[in-house]
T-cell receptor, first 113, second 114 residues
């Protein structure tokens, strides 16, 4: 079956530091890959996505590249802000079967001023 | 504004009671989903519906039931058979089921069993 593995948190960084959150996946075929962000007490918001190998998704300074050879979709940001503090979820959606999202366990990011 | 609404935001249930969580969308999406989130964990799929009057079990459907009588609405009932219902429940919708389509999430309902 499908699965997503994320690095465990919390990740604690100082403002303006570089961020990497690792995500690897196992899936049949060629899934679409997503990063969602969840702020305290809220639902999930789409941060970025990529639908085929070598695609780069980007939004609000965050980037992630779909690497089929390493089955990875690592999230990066060059300079984090306090307002980026949240929980980040990596997810995949396959193109066969039930087609629902499979989520990683989430990584909490804490950015200190 | 288009979006997904969930109500109530907070819900308290006594043991042995059934409760229904509301989910409404005005995005004209065909597919809708219910997920459960427990502290420190990812989301797990309870039920999903690809079209009106049809729905499928997800990974943790036991103790839950749904209906899809209207395109806009996908209510979730947590029955007394659900042994540990305290969790954060999230509803989502997408234009079609799976593939490249983005799922959009509601703000969630936090259910607590007293």
């Amino acid at each position: 079956g499908n699965s997503v593995t994320q690095m465990e948190g919390p990740v604690t960084l100082s403002e303006e530091a570089f961020l990497t959150i690792n995500c690897t996946y196992t899936a049949t075929g060629y899934p679409s890959l997503f990063w969602y962000v969840q702020y305290p007490g809220e639902g999930l918001q789409l941060l970025l996505k990529a639908t085929k190998a070598d695609d780069k998704g980007s939004n609000k300074g965050f980037e992630a590249t779909y690497r089929k050879e390493t089955t990875s979709f690592h999230l990066e940001k060059g300079s984090v802000q306090v307002s980026d503090s949240a929980v980040y979820f990596c997810a995949l959606s396959d193109h066969t079967g039930r087609r629902a999202l499979t989520f990683g366990s989430g990584t909490r990011l804490q950015v200190q001023p | 504004d288009g979006g997904i609404t969930q109500s109530p935001k907070y819900l308290f249930r006594k043991e042995g009671q059934n409760v229904t969580l509301s989910c409404e969308q005005n995005l004209n999406h065909d597919a809708m989903y219910w997920y459960r989130q427990d502290p420190g964990q990812g989301l797990r799929l309870i039920y999903y519906s690809q079209i009106v009057n049809d729905f499928q079990k997800g990974d943790i459907a036991e103790g839950y039931s749904v209906s899809r009588e209207k395109k806009e609405s996908f209510p979730l009932t947590v029955t007394s058979a659900q042994k540990n219902p305290t969790a954060f429940y999230l509803c989502a919708s997408s234009r079609a089921s799976g593939g490249t389509d983005t799922q959009y999430f509601g703000p969630g309902t936090r259910l607590t069993v007293l």
